[in-house]
Each structure stands twice: as C-alpha cells, then as structure tokens.
C-alpha cells in the first residue's frame, strides 16, 4: 500500500520543541521530492520545508534557523525538526512526497501553546 504517515505532533509551549515524522510505505524517500506543508485554520496550505533526492533542502523565511528537514533512507522516514516553536507555527502538518504524482499523508496537529 502506498502512503506516508504522519507522527509526533501534540500541544507543546512557546519556545518548545518537536519532531515530527513521515513514515513512508509503497515508495522509497531516498528517490522522491520530500516536503513538509502546513495549514491553519482559515488559511492556504503553505509549504514549510523540501528535501531533494540528492538531499538538498529549502526552508520557508518564517521557520529558517528553527526548523530542520531530514530523511532517513534505512527507515523510509522524512523528519521535521521543530524548534524555538512560536503559536504562529499552529497548524496541521504535512508530508508530502513527489515524483510523477504527489501523495500526501493525512497530517499531523501541532498546537503551540503562549
């Protein structure tokens, strides 16, 4: 079956920090566009960070320095690290991974709290 699962979200305080998770099954990370988007509520889905099959990474200006996107190819599992967590980072996250097609996980709620 091919999906991404998303993990690791919760309520976490300003200034805080989490990690999140995309655990991938049907496709392999190592080979596709990873990305990780965001969307709160009354808001577009924004992207957040990208991770390139040959591991480059971009980074949306309002999460630079703070967050980090990683894969880990022996686990089929995209990261994001989050820290330095500000309320405006509140939203539901995505995985999401492109080739010919993208699939999209079913996103994971992060809440910060101030």
């Known amino acids: 079956q091919v999906q991404l699962v998303e993990s690791g979200g919760g309520l976490v305080q300003a200034g805080g920090s989490l990690r999140l998770s995309c655990a991938a099954s049907g496709i392999l990370v190592s080979i596709y566009a990873m990305a990780w988007y965001r969307q709160a509520p009354g808001k577009e889905r924004e992207l957040v960070a990208t991770i390139t099959s040959g591991g480059s990474t971009n980074y949306a200006d309002s999460v630079k320095g703070r967050f980090t996107i990683s894969r880990d190819n022996a686990k089929n599992t995209v990261y994001l690290e989050m820290n330095s967590l500000k309320s405006e980072d509140t939203a539901v996250y995505y995985c999401?991974?492109?080739?010919?097609?993208?699939?999209w996980g079913q996103g994971t709620q992060v809440t910060v709290s101030s």
């Open positions: 999401s991974g492109t080739r010919l097609y993208t699939l």
